[in-house]
């Protein structure tokens, strides 16, 4: 058996984070959710069953975590764009998605969230 790209999903990580332009936004950290999808080629973690042949999933949120906690964004895109940079960097990532939800931004809806993706150049 020779399994393609694995995907790994980090769902609904709830974080809190100074995000926005506007004075409430700026004083106020906010709840975020954020998830992530990373595709990595997993064939040799698969054939030996060891850490090190495996994209560790924990040193990537923890990596999240503290670059949400520790900063201020004024924009949802950079905020995005900088967790989308954490989840492509590793050399065996094929693809990265990223989205961040921004609850209770909006009047009358859940959310507002923004999608940032990368694909290695082939």
């Known amino acids: 058996m020779n399994p393609e790209l694995a995907i790994i999903r980090i769902k609904n990580l709830r974080l809190r ?5 506007k004075e ?3 004083n106020n950290r906010q709840d975020v959710i954020i998830n992530v999808v990373i595709h990595y080629a997993a064939d ?4 030996t069953d060891e850490m090190e042949h495996a ?4 040193t990537i949120t923890k990596a999240i975590i503290a ?3 520790d900063n201020r964004f004024s924009l949802l895109e950079h905020l995005t764009g900088k967790i989308l940079e954490i989840a492509s960097e590793h050399s065996w990532v094929e693809f990265a998605s990223v989205e961040v939800d921004k609850p209770h931004a909006l009047r009358f809806a ?5 999608q940032l993706s990368w694909q290695k150049p082939q």
């Open 110 to 114: 859940d959310s507002v969230s923004l």
């Open 17 to 21: 984070t100074f995000i926005g332009i």
């Open 24 to 26: 409430e936004e700026i």
């Open 44 to 47: 040799r973690a698969y054939q």
């Open 55 to 58: 994209l560790n999933y924990r």
């Open 67 to 69: 670059l949400v906690e």
